[in-house]
């Protein structure tokens, strides 16, 4: 019988609209929030000056790249303007330079390993003078052989 009482220890009392009598069983009494469940749960390590600066300098990297990234993608829409003429089966070149282009960025999008990034960073940019260069010879040939 007296653990009967003590598992009923948790009830609470009510009145419904109809004037009866309610037994509720309270749950917890506890934490309302999950933030106060993990607060009281969760080990939480002390935070040093030293990765507070960690935390700022891979903040400043990531938004580096990520302007970077950006920077490297706009250069390529501008640079695809040149392409104006169309291959075998009538797309323009810009069109498919740009789909190429989209394609290339969201498969390297999650992307975390900064070595990586870097590196296909600099590749693009290259890429992009690279092409630059050739359209510009290609373009001054072709203006030399009309005179």
Not at 105 to 123: N, Q
Request: charged share 35%; proline share 2%.
């Amino acid at each position: 019988m007296a653990m009967k009482v003590v598992n009923w220890r948790k009830l609470a009392l009510c009145m419904n609209p109809n004037g009866l009598v309610v037994y509720q069983r309270v749950l917890h009494n506890g934490p309302d929030t999950i933030e106060e469940i993990i607060e009281r749960h969760v080990v939480k390590k002390e935070k040093s000056v030293d990765s507070d600066e960690d935390e700022l300098s891979a903040r400043r990297r990531l938004t580096s790249t990520r302007r970077e990234a950006l920077s490297l993608y706009r250069d390529i829409i501008r640079a695809t303007r040149f392409f104006s003429w169309t291959d075998s089966r009538g797309n323009l070149w810009r069109d498919t330079l740009r789909e190429n282009a989209r394609r290339e960025f969201e498969e390297a999008r999650f992307e975390s390993d900064p070595e990586v990034i870097t590196r296909l960073l600099i590749s693009g940019s290259d890429a992009v003078q690279a092409t630059l260069d050739k359209l510009v010879e290609k373009q001054k040939q072709q203006i030399a052989k009309e005179q």
